[in-house]
C-alpha cells in the first residue's frame, strides 16, 4: 500500500493529462447592489418588479448584491451571464402562488429562483421558498455554491429544493437545502419533496453540500448522464438519500456516488432501479467510499426499504469500493437481475443478497455478514474471494453456471450446495457450529472443494447426496464432529491427499464413510480417528479406488465393496 | 529545419478555431499540416482547409495515442522536425514552434523538446495550479544522468506539445503502438536510453489546462495505474520520485487555500478519487474484463485489447 501510494503522488505530476477541457466562461463584472438601486430590503412588499428590473440591466458577468436583509419576491428570472450573490434572504411574498407537486405538474407557478434557457452565472444565497427554490430548465453552465434552501415543512406535496431539466453543466457545492415538505409520516407510503432532482440533465456535480430532512429523497435522478454526487451528507429524507431512475432515452450513465455520509434516510442510501424490460443497463457506475447509517426507518419503525450501501436493479458495469453501512434496515447490498457488479473492501454489519439474473458478480475483500442467494437466481457467474464472511446462503434449486468460493473465512459457514453449474470452493477457512453440516451437496456437478481449512464443532464437514456427481475433495484440512466426509452414493466422488481428523463425542466418529460408492476414488489421505473406532467405513455394495491411505488413528472397514487398489 | 505539424481530433469543440488561429500565426514556416481526424461529427473538419492541409481519417475505435501518432509521422515524414500539438492547446505565441527548431538546432543532442503550458485563461483554482507547479518560468535540459535527481520526472513531458528530431525518433523506433497513455514518456525515455537529450522549453507556451471532475480524475488515473503495470521498464531505470509528490499535494493546498479555501475540500476528494483510481488500475487483471472499460478514460484502448 505505501509502495502505491508513493508512486501514485509520484504520478500526480509526471504523466501528460489528455481529456475534456471544460472552460469556465464565467466573465468578472460589475457588482450591482439592489439596495443601491431601489429595492427594499425588510419591506413588506413585494419587491420582484424592482430586483427583476435589475438583473434585467445588468451585463453579462454582473453580479446583483443583496445585502443584509431580507427580500420578499414571486419568482426572480435568471438571465444568462448575470451572478447573483446574496447576504440576505430572499423569501417568498405572500402574493407568491402556491402549488402541489404531482407526478403530471412537477413545477410550480412561482418558483423562488428562475433559469430558462440561460447560461453561465452562479447563484449564492439564501432563500425560503414555499415552493422550488431553484428551477433551472435547459440551461448550462450553472453553478450553485454557498446557498441555503429552506422549504415548507408542512406541505404535504412539496416540490424540490432545487430541480433541473434539461439542463448540462450545473454544479451544486457548499449549498445546504432542507424542509422541502413534511417528515415521512407512514413506513409504507411517502409523499413528494425532493431535495435535489435531476431530471433529463448531464454533467451535474453536487458536492460539500447538506441535504437534510426533506419529504422524499434527498437526490433524484431521472433520465441523466453524467452525475457526481461527492462528499455529501445527506440524512433524515423520506425516501432515498440517492435515488437513481430511468426513463426510456437509455442516457443513463456515467455516475460517482462517493465519500458521502447517507443517513437515517427512510429508504435506501443508494437505490439505482431499473425497471426497463430489457436486459441490465451498462451504467458505468462507481460508488466509493460513502458512510451509510442507520436507513429504511421511519420513526424507528421498518419501512420496506433500507439498503446500507445499494440496492441496483437491472444495471450493469458498478463498482462498490471500500463503503462502510451500520444498522440499516435492509441488505447492505441488494442485487436484482444485473449485469456485472463487483463489491471490493466494502464493510457492513448485515448481508448482500442477489436475486433472479445475474451476469456475473465479484465480491473481493469484503466483510459482510453473509452472502444470500435467494430462491430464483440464475447466474452465469459468482466469484467471491478474499472476503470476511459469517455464511453463504444457498437455497435449493439456485442456477449458477460458474460459481467461484476462493480464500474467504466464513465464521459459520453452514452451504447447501443444490444448485445448477459449476462449483470451486478452494482455500477457504470454513468454521461450522450449527448442526447441520458445513457442506451439504444435493446437487452439483464438476465441483471443486480444496485446499480448504474445515472445522466443523457440531456436525459432519462435507455431506454428499446420491445427487451429486463429479465432485472433487482435493487437499483439505479437515476437523469434524461426526463423520468428516460422508458420501451417500455420489457419483465418481474422489477424495484425494485431505488430512481428515476427528472430534469425539458424535454418534459416529469415523474420517470418512460412504453408502454403496459408486466409482470413488480415494488416495493419499490421512484419516486421524478416535482410538479403537472404525475411522473409515464403506457400507454396503459398490466399486472403489483406493491408494495410499494412511490410517494414523482408528480402523479402516471397507465391507462388501469391491477395492480396486 | 523542415517541420510537419501534427494535430490528432476528435469532436475538437469551440476552442478548435482559437488552436488553428494559433497555428496560422507561427512565424516559423510549417513544411505540412496533418490533421488526424478520428470521425468528428461537430463540424471539426469544417474549419480546416483541406489543401492547405493533409487530413488521415480514421476510425474512432482504431485511435492509439502512440499507433495512430506513429502512423500519421511514418505517412509524412518529409521533415526533420515532427511537432504534435492537441486539439485543445492553444499556442500562445507566433514564436511557440520556432523556440523549438531554434533549440534542435542549436543542441544537436537534443532528441526531443516540450513546452510550457499554461492554464487556459479563466481556469479555475486547481488546474492553474497543476500547470504552475509542472510547468515552471525556468528552461531545462535533462539527460540520463538526471535519473538518480529527479526519478520518474526526468523524462516527464507532454504531446500536448512536443517536437522530436526526425532522426532521434525513428531510431528509437517511434512511438509505442498500444500504449493506454504515456507514449511520450515513453519514446522520451528511450531516447534518454539511447544517449540522447530532452529539453523543456519554457519560452515555447501554449494554452492548455483541464477541470477535471472527480470522475474523470479517477479514470484519468485508473489509466495511469494500467499505464505502470504495463511500462515497468521505465520506472526500472529512472526510479521513483516520491518527495516530489507530496511536494505536489502540499502545493496545490497551499495554492487552494490562498486563491479559494473553498476549493480545499473538491482538491483532497479529487486527491481521494485519483488515488482509488490508480489502485484500482494497479490491479486492472484482477478486475472484471467488463469494468476495466468502465473505469478508464481511454475507452478505445479496451476496444483494442
Known amino acids: 500500500m505505501i509502495k502505491s501510494l508513493s508512486l501514485f503522488l509520484m504520478l500526480l505530476l509526471t504523466l501528460p493529462v489528455i481529456g475534456i477541457c471544460q472552460a469556465d466562461s464565467l466573465k468578472e463584472g460589475k457588482r450591482l447592489n439592489v439596495i443601491e438601486l431601489g429595492v427594499s430590503a425588510n419591506a413588506t412588499s413585494d419587491q420582484t418588479e424592482a430586483i427583476q428590473q435589475i438583473i434585467d440591466k445588468a451585463s453579462e458577468g454582473d453580479t446583483v448584491f443583496f445585502p443584509e436583509g431580507q427580500y420578499l419576491i414571486r419568482t426572480i428570472l435568471l438571465r444568462t451571464g448575470i451572478n447573483l450573490l446574496s447576504q440576505g434572504t430572499i423569501n417568498h411574498h405572500d402574493s407568491a402562488k402556491d402549488g402541489e407537486f404531482s407526478i403530471e405538474k412537477q413545477n410550480s407557478p412561482n418558483p423562488l429562483i428562475l433559469g430558462q434557457e440561460v447560461s453561465n452565472l452562479s447563484i449564492s444565497l439564501n432563500g425560503e421558498s414555499k415552493n422550488e427554490g431553484i428551477y433551472l430548465l435547459k440551461s448550462q453552465n450553472i453553478r450553485i455554491y454557498n446557498t441555503e434552501l429552506t422549504g415548507d415543512s408542512t406541505k404535504l406535496r412539496a416540490y424540490p429544493g432545487i430541480m433541473t431539466f434539461q439542463c448540462s453543466g450545473v454544479e451544486i457545492a457548499n449549498t445546504r437545502i432542507h424542509h422541502f415538505g413534511m417528515p415521512r409520516r407512514e413506513t409504507d407510503s411517502y409523499q413528494p419533496g425532493t431535495g435535489i432532482r435531476i431530471l433529463s440533465s448531464n454533467t451535474i456535480s453536487i458536492h460539500d453540500s447538506e441535504v437534510y430532512k426533506n419529504g422524499e429523497n434527498g437526490i433524484f435522478i431521472y433520465g441523466s448522464r453524467k452525475v457526481e454526487v461527492i462528499n ?16 426510456d ?45 442507520g436507513n429504511g426507518f421511519v420513526k424507528g419503525e421498518s419501512t420496506p426499504d433500507g439498503s446500507g450501501i445499494a440496492t441496483l436493479i437491472n444495471v450493469s458495469n458498478v463498482l462498490l469500493y471500500n463503503n462502510e453501512a451500520y444498522r440499516n434496515n435492509r441488505p447492505a447490498i441488494y442485487i436484482e437481475s444485473c449485469g456485472l457488479i463487483m463489491a471490493k473492501e466494502n464493510w457492513a454489519d448485515n ?39 459469517g455464511s453463504l446462503s444457498l437455497p435449493n434449486g439456485i442456477q449458477v453456471n460458474e460459481f467461484l468460493v476462493e480464500n474467504n473465512s466464513f465464521s459459520n459457514g453452514s452451504f447447501n450446495f443444490n444448485l445448477k453449474g459449476q462449483m470451486h470452493l ?3 477457512k470454513i468454521k461450522n457450529t450449527s448442526t447441520n453440516p458445513a457442506i451439504l451437496i444435493v446437487n452439483a456437478d464438476d465441483a471443486y472443494i480444496e485446499d ?58 469415523q474420517t470418512f464413510r460412504t453408502h454403496f460408492p459408486d466409482h470413488l476414488t480415494m488416495e493419499g489421505n490421512e484419516h486421524i480417528g478416535i482410538a479403537n473406532s472404525t475411522a473409515v467405513l464403506f457400507v454396503g455394495k459398490g466399486k472403489a479406488s483406493v491408494k495410499n491411505e494412511k490410517i494414523t488413528l482408528g480402523e479402516a472397514y471397507y465391507g462388501e465393496v469391491e477395492i480396486d487398489d | 529545419m523542415k517541420v510537419n505539424l501534427f494535430i490528432p481530433t476528435l469532436n475538437a469543440g469551440p476552442i478548435w478555431k482559437e488552436v488553428l488561429d494559433g497555428v496560422a500565426k507561427q512565424n516559423y514556416p510549417i513544411s505540412r499540416l496533418v490533421i488526424i481526424d478520428s470521425g468528428s461529427t461537430d463540424g471539426t473538419l469544417d474549419l480546416i482547409n483541406e489543401k492547405a492541409c493533409d487530413l488521415i481519417q480514421i476510425d474512432k475505435k482504431d485511435f492509439d495515442h502512440g499507433g495512430t501518432r506513429q502512423m500519421a509521422a511514418e505517412r509524412y515524414s518529409d521533415a526533420d522536425i515532427f511537432v504534435f500539438l492537441t486539439q485543445d492547446a492553444i ?36 488546474e492553474t495550479h497543476a500547470r504552475l507547479f509542472n510547468y515552471p518560468a525556468e528552461s531545462k535540459v535533462k539527460s540520463l544522468e538526471d535519473a538518480d535527481r529527479y526519478g520518474i520526472k526526468t523524462i516527464s513531458c507532454s504531446n500536448s506539445f512536443a517536437a522530436y528530431r526526425k532522426t532521434a525518433f525513428f531510431e528509437v523506433g517511434g512511438f509505442p503502438v498500444g500504449s493506454i497513455l504515456g507514449e511520450d514518456v515513453l519514446i522520451a525515455g528511450k531516447m534518454l536510453l539511447n544517449g540522447w537529450k530532452m529539453a523543456y522549453l519554457s519560452a515555447s507556451k501554449i494554452h492548455h489546462s483541464h477541470d477535471y471532475s472527480a470522475t474523470e480524475e479517477f479514470k484519468r488515473y485508473f489509466d495511469i495505474g494500467v499505464f505502470h503495470v504495463n511500462n515497468q521498464w521505465i520506472f526500472e531505470n529512472f526510479g521513483r520520485a516520491e518527495s516530489e509528490g507530496f511536494k505536489y499535494l502540499k502545493s496545490e493546498l497551499t495554492y487552494t487555500f490562498k486563491h479559494n479555501p473553498l476549493l480545499i475540500p473538491k482538491c483532497l476528494i479529487a486527491t481521494g478519487a485519483k488515488l482509488v483510481g490508480y489502485k484500482l488500475g494497479l490491479n486492472y487483471l484482477s478486475l472484471p474484463v467488463g469494468l476495466r472499460k468502465s473505469f478508464s478514460m481511454t475507452k478505445a484502448y479496451w476496444s483494442r485489447t
Not at chain 1, 232 to 247: D, E, K, L, T
Not at chain 2, 96 to 125: D, F
Open chain 1, 232 to 247: 455529501n451528507v445527506i440524512r433524515h429524507n423520506g425516501m432515498s438519500a440517492i435515488q437513481v431512475a430511468f426513463g
Open chain 1, 249 to 293: 432515452s437509455g442516457k443513463e450513465k456515467d455516475y460517482t456516488f462517493s465519500y458521502n455520509i447517507l443517513e437515517e434516510n427512510a429508504s435506501d442510501a443508494i437505490d439505482i432501479n431499473n425497471r426497463s424490460k430489457e436486459k441490465a443497463k451498462d451504467i458505468e457506475c462507481i460508488i466509493i467510499e460513502n458512510i451509510t447509517c
Open chain 1, 351 to 389: 448481508q448482500v443478497e442477489i436475486t433472479l439474473d445475474l451476469e456475473e458478480l465479484h465480491l473481493v475483500k469484503n466483510r459482510f455478514s453473509s452472502i444470500n442467494l435467494i430462491a430464483n437466481t440464475k447466474a452465469q457467474k459468482i466469484k467471491l474471494s478474499y472476503n470476511e464472511l
Open chain 1, 426 to 428: 478452494s482455500a477457504n
Open chain 1, 452 to 509: 480448504n481449512e474445515i472445522e466443523s464443532l457440531h456436525a459432519s464437514a462435507i455431506v454428499l447426496r446420491k445427487t451429486a456427481k463429479n465432485v472433487h475433495i482435493i487437499h483439505n484440512q479437515i476437523h469434524s464432529f461426526n463423520t468428516a466426509i460422508f458420501d451417500d452414493s455420489s457419483k465418481n466422488l474422489a477424495v484425494k491427499d485431505n488430512t481428515l481428523k476427528s472430534i469425539a463425542g458424535g454418534e459416529e466418529n
Open chain 2, 91 to 126: 499556442l500562445a505565441k507566433p514564436n511557440a514552434i520556432e523556440v523549438m527548431v531554434q533549440a534542435i538546432e542549436e543542441n544537436s543532442e537534443l532528441g526531443m523538446v516540450y513546452g510550457r503550458q499554461l492554464p487556459h485563461k479563466n481556469a479555475k483554482v486547481l
